[in-house]
């Protein structure tokens, strides 16, 4: 079984930055694409940001463009979001999702594509 911990969520101001990370460990995923979710009280869950497995090709979503960014380390199966110049309305809770597909093709943006999820992390953004 695999499992995938998420951790440096919290409460910042306007305008500050978070680091999220996410590690995966049990069983190996393997070599596949990961991204980060979020889901904001009474809204579907969205995707923020995915890699592939090489790191090669990367997804924004266009609200968050220019200030996040995802990056993935395969030695130590960790993926991070980066998230500088936060907003209120990114407020929501983060999950950390690896699927066993390695590029991002098809539906890639669904969460039905990730085959493994973390817990969630609270990222509070006050205005």
């Known amino acids: 079984q695999v499992q995938l911990v998420e951790s440096g969520g919290g409460l910042v101001q306007t305008g500050g930055s978070l680091r999220l990370s996410c590690a995966a460990s049990g069983r190996t995923v393997g070599p596949g694409a990961m991204g980060w979710f979020r889901q904001a009280r009474g809204k579907e869950r969205e995707l923020v940001a995915a890699?592939?497995?090489?790191?090669?090709?990367?997804y924004y979503a266009d609200s968050v463009k220019g200030r996040f960014a995802i990056s993935r380390d395969n030695a130590k199966n960790t993926v991070n979001l980066q998230m500088d110049s936060l907003k209120p309305e990114d407020t929501a809770v983060y999950y950390c999702a690896a699927s066993k597909s390695r590029y991002l093709t098809g539906t890639y943006y669904s969460t039905q594509w990730y085959d493994y999820w973390g817990q969630g992390t609270q990222v509070t953004v006050s205005s």
């Open positions: 890699v592939s497995w090489t790191g090669s090709v990367l």
